[in-house]
């Protein structure tokens, strides 16, 4: 099976840094994923990582460790419009030869306060 | 030039209805998936389908079918609803081969059993 760990709920300042975690236990595991989700909208992808070590697209970051099963996405320079839910979600391998699927955390509430 | 498209965006039925759902990407990806996202916004994963490769999460109840007549689509059929079922449910997709990590979604239809 599979399983993913992230914080419920984050607040956090407008015009501050906040880091959001993400622990996975999965086999077949090929890479972490990030999402965000405004209330009442899709999941909208925000960066991937398949080997360890940072991305950086702009404000967001996000980070991964392949041996300790962790990654984490950095928000920089909070906006009020980054109050959302993030997801994080593992690309893993399926039951068939070259197969893959996406599994998602339960998401972590972010909200931005003036 | 909607990516993903799924139809209905709002379904309303009572308890023991057939109802399908829609959903077609114009993206030329390998892999649809069907989400569930109940009220406290856990995404399920349901399906995943692959090269005509059809891929079940073991908790979702046979009353759920998802049909693919080709690349393109992936309807969800769900049979003899329940109250439980309420959810809004995702449509997915995203390119296997070559570059990864980044799935596109549809819009959501918000299922209302009554």
């Known amino acids: 099976g599979q399983s993913l760990e992230q914080p419920s709920e984050v607040t956090a300042v407008e015009g501050a840094i906040v880091q959001i975690n993400c622990t996975y236990q999965t086999s077949g595991f090929y890479g972490l994923s990030w999402y965000q989700q405004h209330d009442g909208g899709a999941p909208t992808f925000l960066s991937y990582?398949?080997?360890?070590g940072l991305e950086e697209t702009g404000r967001f970051s996000s980070f991964l460790s392949r041996s300790d099963s962790y990654g984490y996405l950095l928000l920089q320079e909070l906006q009020m419009k980054d109050s959302a839910s993030y997801f994080c979600?593992?690309?893993?391998?399926?039951?068939?030869?070259?197969?893959?699927?996406?599994?998602f955390g339960k998401g972590t509430k972010l909200s931005v306060i003036p | 030039d909607t990516a993903v498209s799924q139809t209905p965006k709002y379904l309303v039925t009572q308890m023991g209805n057939d109802k399908s759902i829609k959903c077609e990407q114009n993206?030329?990806?390998?892999?649809m998936y069907w989400y569930k996202q109940d009220s406290k916004k856990f995404l399920k994963i349901m399906f995943s389908y692959n090269n005509k490769e059809l891929i079940i999460n073991e908790t979702v109840p046979n009353r759920f079918s998802p049909k693919s007549p080709d690349k393109a689509h992936l309807n969800l059929h769900i049979n003899s609803l329940e109250l439980g079922d309420s959810a809004v449910y995702f449509c997915?997709?995203?390119?296997?081969?070559?570059?990864?990590?980044?799935?596109?979604f549809g819009q959501g239809t918000r299922l209302t059993v009554v």
């Open positions: 993206l030329g990806h390998d892999t």
């Open positions: 979600a593992v690309r893993e391998a399926g039951s068939g030869a070259g197969s893959y699927q996406l599994t």
């Open positions: 997915a997709s995203s390119q296997e081969s070559g570059h990864v990590g980044e799935a596109f």
């Open positions: 990582n398949g080997l360890d």
